[in-house]
């Protein structure tokens, strides 16, 4: 079979629960992972790519699992400097952690894309799947919220998500081209399915659909696209979608999740504790366990996807 | 009496011991220091001013005793990941100490001056001196040596000073303009001494009187000018001030460093170790214990420095 590769978008943490299982059961050359880049944002005069440098961390097993963010083993000497300084400390920034940002900013200013930035600390870094942002060009999430329009690390990490979100926008989307290499790859006609990680549909998914070009990529690539849900148990595991689905009036379920995404997925896995929404769900649904604690855990929801995604393409 | 105002010339580390001692022995308003800034550099994207930072850890006692540069207690998780990414490491930049470089950056990026900054993180470190750089323009030292003309920090740092040095030059020194309040200053009447530190005269101190208007500003001050030699019993304390002298063609010798500073020089201590030399010095010789060990030592030169200084004023 010559349809190999595996394309998948991720945001943070939970997408990269699923990228890393991706990554253990696939060739390297079988894998391409997406990183949301909405997030991103400068701080301190650095350059920051949370989802990025959260998959790249966590691809080269890096990452931090007691915090979801950052690297392990981390020191703190920096932020406990910062704030003496005058310089503003409301985002951590571990010491290690830091190298990146600093490197990739001096990068980012020498001329360097942002994809090859990414490149070639991944290949550094040992890992063997491709890593790129959705797109070189900047795209900034913004949140109109009961406190106005903010940008998305004051909401996410300064405001710790309090604010009631009413509205999302993705500032210089509509000018931001897609990636070259994604969207080759997604033409290329070897794509063997494109998976949306468990991240947040709003804040890490969304973004990189609104790449114009990016959705007919991806039907173009005439592979099946299955959907991870992010919700479990009618609660997400971990940051603020549950919270941002009620208050943008959303039922807080797997099957809203799915008619979030609508027609683009052909194919949807959504954990056993969410069955009873399956009816309403139009893309093909397999239950399974999403909840991902162990690497096992990450592994085996990998294969599921595929299984699902192998099965829709055979159909 | 209104002369009250001593103003000190200083490099690194040998220069902050003293620095250090006036301000323990002078009230606050009656000390400003003049750092050179002709070893500061860019790395990592990052702009850095050894000197000023050395002094302002030292006047805040934040440096690190055991190297004579960068912070005390500090930590190197940063150096350990930067060089895996791909970065440069052959500059050892701690945890702690990057705050300054990472925050310094970002404001000189926004547009204040080096002066600016450097004022406002001495008040946020409790320093009571004023501490201002040369000048707020790009002056750098460059070393011709027997590798060529190379930068400054890679013949201090990379190279740990092996090059032969044949001569030194100060690019940008032309067309730089002397901080304005350091002229203010020296032209205000009010300045009891200007002292030159026991730096190096080579790359700490020429820097300094070379910018244009700096050596007029400091003859123009009335005040005597006293240089405290960095030049113990025939050898340097600490860095390539003995080895680059030799290198240069000049006697190794306070009496050597002397002649250098010429006819701006009203006073000079040395240390007794020296003695024998004093027949060549033009200036008024004072004679004392110029290695400063423990914080008494410093506090007791700074004494005898602005003593000899205060006799040569009345005569």
Redesign the interface.
């Known amino acids: 079979m010559n349809k190999r590769l595996v394309v998948a978008l991720s945001g943070g943490v939970g997408g990269a629960k699923l990228a890393l299982g991706l990554s253990r059961i696939l060739p390297a050359d079988e894998l391409l992972v997406v990183a949301n880049t909405g997030d991103d944002f400068e701080h301190?005069?650095?350059s920051i790519s949370p989802d990025i440098d959260t998959l790249t961390y966590t691809l080269a097993g890096l990452d931090n699992p007691a915090t979801g963010w950052g690297?392990r083993d981390?020191?703190w000497?920096?932020m406990?400097?910062?704030g003496?300084?005058?310089?503003e400390d409301w985002f951590k920034l571990?010491?290690?952690d830091?190298?990146?940002h600093?490197?990739r900013?001096?990068r980012l200013?020498a001329g360097q894309t942002l994809s090859e930035v990414t490149t070639?600390?991944c290949r550094?870094?040992g890992i063997g799947a491709r890593v790129l942002p959705m797109s070189d060009d900047r795209v900034r999430t913004r949140v109109r919220s009961d406190v106005g329009w903010i940008d998305f690390q004051d909401y996410f990490v300064r405001q710790q998500c309090r604010p009631v979100v009413h509205e999302l926008a993705f500032d210089g989307v509509t000018l931001a081209r897609p990636n070259a290499d994604i969207v080759a790859a997604l033409r290329s006609g070897s794509v063997r399915t494109v998976i949306i990680c468990p991240s947040n549909p709003f804040i890490s998914v969304e973004p990189i659909l609104a790449i114009p070009g990016m959705r007919d990529a991806m039907k173009a690539s005439n592979a099946p696209i299955v959907a991870v849900s992010p919700i479990i148990g009618g609660e997400a595991v971990k940051g603020p979608t549950a919270k941002m689905m009620r208050e943008l009036g959303l039922e807080v379920s797997a099957a809203a999740v799915a008619a979030r995404y609508g027609d683009l997925l052909d194919g949807y896995i959504m954990d056993d504790a969410d069955a009873d929404g399956v009816g309403t769900i139009g893309a093909r649904v397999t239950i399974a366990k999403t909840l991902m604690k162990s690497l096992d855990d990450r592994e085996a929801l990998a294969r599921v996807t595929l299984d699902a995604a192998d099965a829709l393409a055979s159909r």
């Not at 003496?84 to 310089?87: E, F, M, Q, R």
């Open positions: 301190l005069g650095l690297r981390e020191t000497s920096f406990d400097s910062i003496a300084l005058g310089g571990g010491d290690r830091l190298a990146l600093v490197e900013t001096r200013r070639d600390v550094r870094l």
